[in-house]
Structures are given as C-alpha cells and as structure tokens.
C-alpha cells in the first residue's frame, strides 16, 4: 500500500502540467516583477503581507521559501474553488519573475540549505538538471504509519527537526553522527509545551529553533515561539516573540530567508496568509 501511494505522488508531480493553472504574466493587469524578493518593498519591524494579490491572495497561500540564490521561491496554495493544494514556484530570469505550479502539495515542503533538497515531511525531492526527480522516501526511521509528520527542517550540519501531529503534537529531533542517522528523539519541554506544537525551522548553523504552539500565556491561537541554543549545546527558555508577530489570530509556519534577512510565517484569518519582517526581530529576542 506504502508502495502504491509513493507512485501514485510520483507520478502526480511528473505530470503536474494537468494541474498547472493559467499562468497569471499572460493577464495583462498583472504586475511586472523585477528585482530582489519578487519586486517587493522591504518590511521594517512590523509584519506586512508579502507580495498581496499576487501571492498572498484570496487563496490559502502558505509555507513560503527560498532557494539559497534567492531566484526561485516557493509556497502552497490551496485553491479556494477546487480545494486542491498546490506547490506553486516563481522564478527570477534575467531579473522578472513568472510563476507556474511544481504539482500537487506534498507535506509541508522546504529546502535544505543547500538547495539540492526539499524536504515534504516523511519524503523529498532532489534537485536535478531538468528540476526536481520523483518523490521519494527518507526510509522506514521517518516514514511510519504511526508518525504524522509534516513539516521537516535540516541544518547544514544535517539535523532533522520534524513535528509528529498523530503523537500528540510533538517535535523530534534527529542528528547525524559520524554519517550516520541517529533515531529520532523526542525534544524536551522548553520546546513540547502546549497545544498544536508544529512547524519546526531550525538555523541553518543551529543556534536557534522556531516553531509554533498553543499556550495559555500566549495572544490566543498558536503563536509562534524561539529558543536560542546555549553554549553547553542546550536549548533555551521558549521565548514567544511577541506581540507584532503574534496576535489573537493563527500565527505558523516561521522561517528565515537564505541571506539571513528577513523573517517570513504563516497568518491566518487575514487579506493575505503569507507575511514577512526584518529578521532583525529575531537578533532583539536573543539573551543579552
């Protein structure tokens, strides 16, 4: 059975051309994007919806990424019409952008810091020369029936951090030792504290870990947290980051672009779903 659903996501994103939409650059009301970050204007210290009507839009539009270029960018759109989820990708050519859809959405995707994977929970992608091979699977240490992961996050050093929603909603940790894959561990409770605990980013270079939880000191629905990795190799106090990311709303999803400059998450009930800040915000909750 395991089996048979891998091929059939294979096959779904080797023939994603039956689920492309008509590409939005052909409507001639569609705005000309050029330079850096899609055209858009740079945020300060407070969230704005990044790239409204064109990313963010009437759609579910989530879980937005970068390439380490910074030339490619990704995200999932659920259509509000059909229902279906998409990956959907603009790439930056001779400094425009245009947009066309990957495929169907598998997992919450995101890149590796190197570029060459995209992590889609319990499975991946790998960069080829023609774009990306077929799904695959991490193995049977990640991709069990008892698991429910959907987001996974690497570090350049190779850790996974994932989140398991049918356990709880819990965050696990796996590390590389001597090349090898260590079995994943439970994390601690600095990080599994609360409700809805999902979504993990960890730094590339591991000194800090973002995610998002429901608690009873927080603004209302899942907020989202930081803990700063301490000189002993530990994890620090979770520190809710506040109350210009977070608000009464749904606030998820965090990651931090390549170049280390901004800071984009998911907020729901909202014009658009995907914001973005200066990832300034993180460095003024770092422990003096």
């Known amino acids: 059975m395991k089996t048979m659903k891998l091929l059939i996501l294979t096959l779904a994103i080797s023939f994603h051309i039956a689920f492309a939409q008509e590409n939005m650059e052909n409507d001639p009301s569609f705005p000309l994007l050029e330079g850096p970050y899609l055209g858009q204007n740079p945020p300060g210290l407070t969230p704005e ?102 987001r996974l996050s690497a570090s350049t050093k190779g850790t996974f951090v994932f989140d398991d929603y049918k356990n709880n909603d819990v965050i696990r940790i796996s590390t590389l030792k001597d090349g090898k894959r260590q079995v994943p561990k439970k994390m601690g409770p600095v990080v599994n504290t609360g409700k809805w605990t999902a979504h993990p980013f960890i730094a590339p270079d591991e000194s800090y870990l973002i995610w998002d939880s429901e608690k009873d000191s927080g603004y209302g629905d899942s907020d989202l947290y930081i803990s700063f990795r301490q000189q002993d190799g530990s994890w620090g106090v979770a520190i809710n980051m506040g109350d210009k990311i977070n608000t009464s709303s749904w606030e998820s999803g965090g990651y931090v672009t390549p170049d280390g400059k901004y800071f984009f998450f998911n907020r729901a009930d909202t014009d658009g779903d995907i914001f973005w800040v200066d990832a300034q915000v993180i460095e003024n909750l770092r422990p003096k």
Do not use: C
């Open 49 to 150: 919806v990044f790239a409204p009507g064109i990313v963010s839009t009437e759609h579910r539009d989530l879980s937005a990424f970068f390439t380490p270029d910074m030339k490619e960018f990704y995200f999932t759109r659920k259509d509000v019409k059909n229902k279906k989820w998409l990956l959907v990708v603009f790439k930056s050519e001779n400094n425009r952008w245009s947009e066309s859809v990957v495929g169907p959405r598998v997992g919450q995707p995101i890149l590796a810091p190197d570029g060459k994977t995209m992590h889609l929970g319990s499975k991946y992608m790998e960069r080829t020369e023609t774009g990306w091979s077929a799904v695959k699977s991490l193995g049977p240490m990640f991709d069990r029936e008892d698991w429910g992961i959907m």
